[in-house]
């Protein structure tokens, strides 16, 4: 079967990191492969980093339905291993294309094809990203995907529920043309957060280039409690301060800002004994908080939206102590 440009299925590679991922992986694989007969012979890797929960067991039950699922074991259990494992694996002298997916996200009809089709349309690319957006069940899941679609939440970047395409510098990741991916030497595999950011680094800085594709776009599901929020920012913030150590890239002004307001804010804390007056710093930013969960609470027409300030208290603070503990914040420029 041949796919959009005469592509067929056996030169693409689908790879989906896993580690317990049982309540998300049997939807996440059924909105990837399921309705497409040309995405039912592409290879998908399952590589699972020794998940103590179903996971496995669905993916080999779902292999009776779909016999182009690949279920690999990554001893490494982070997804940057993950990824470089798959393509280490599976990848044949005729691929040509890598397709990162999230077993968290659920995917639109066609989105492989979609993904090679926008490879096509820009030949210059080395990577397709698209855009996430945010949802969830439960009322701390559903305030945090409407927070974290504004800029007081991701900082305008623009594949968080942003609508424009053009090339960028770095996006949520989707496809890689093959050879770039290879000849970089896939991800750093040392990296447990920031992978992406990291890779698109070397990539613009190789001469590749990145388009990000408006119309490209996945629903992410955000995570369920504050407690696993925090920690998913913690290690962004980490893995942010590892990628400005190896490769001394400025911060954009998005980035610095989260840990510049958390600095002022103990500093004013230390300096209340003996000036008040520092204490309307953090009680400005406590005010910012409660107004983002009323007007979250308003646009949502849901008492849930309360959690945003909730939620962008944590996206701000555990980012940016992630950061300096990774990396003194003096020794980043920013921009």
């Known amino acids: 079967m041949l796919g959009l440009d005469g592509i067929r299925p056996d030169a693409v590679l689908v790879a989906i990191p896993t ?40 993916v080999s039950s779902l292999r009776r339905e779909f016999a182009n699922i690949h279920l690999i074991d990554n001893p490494d259990r982070v997804q940057s291993a993950a990824i470089n494992k798959a393509v280490r694996d599976l990848a044949r002298p005729g691929s040509r294309y890598l397709i990162r997916c999230d077993a968290h996200a659920l995917y639109p009809n066609g989105y492989i094809r979609r993904v090679i089709q926008a490879f096509a349309q820009h030949p210059d690319a080395g990577s397709i990203v698209g855009v996430l957006d ?19 939440g991701s900082g305008g970047s623009a594949h968080r529920g942003g609508t424009r395409s053009g090339w960028v510098k770095h996006g949520h990741h989707a496809g890689f043309r093959l050879d770039w991916f290879q000849r ?28 990000l594709d408006g119309d490209l776009r996945i629903d992410y599901v955000m995570r369920p409690t504050p407690k696993a929020l925090w920690l998913q920012y ?3 913030g980490k893995g942010r301060a590892r990628t400005t150590r190896k490769h001394e890239v400025r911060l954009q002004w998005r980035q610095a800002t989260p840990a510049l307001s958390l600095v002022a804010q103990l500093a004013a804390l230390l300096m209340a004994p003996v000036w008040p007056a520092s204490l309307a710093l953090p009680a400005l930013y406590l005010f910012a908080m409660a107004t983002a969960s009323v007007v979250a609470m308003a646009k949502m027409r849901s008492l849930c939206g309360l959690w945003a300030g909730v939620a962008a208290f944590i996206i701000h603070n555990a980012w940016a102590l992630g950061f ?9 420029r920013v921009r």
């Not at 497409?36 to 996971?55: H, L, M, N, P, Q």
Request: overall charge negative; proline content about 3%; aromatic content about 10%.
């Open 134 to 152: 945010a949802g969830g069940r439960n009322c701390f899941q559903r305030a945090s995907a409407w927070l974290i679609d504004t800029p007081l």
């Open 324 to 332: 300096i503990c990774g990396k003194p914040f003096g020794k980043a």
């Open 184 to 211: 970089l030497g896939g991800y750093d595999p040392t990296f447990t957060h920031n992978e992406d950011a990291e890779y698109d680094h070397r990539l613009i800085t190789s001469g590749g280039r990145i388009w």
């Open 234 to 236: 913690w290690r962004y």
């Open 19 to 58: 580690l317990n991922e049982a309540v998300h992986i049997e939807a996440c694989l059924r909105s990837l492969i399921g309705r497409d007969d040309f995405c039912k012979e592409v290879r998908v890797a399952i590589v699972d980093g020794g998940s103590s929960d179903d996971t496995c067991k669905i």
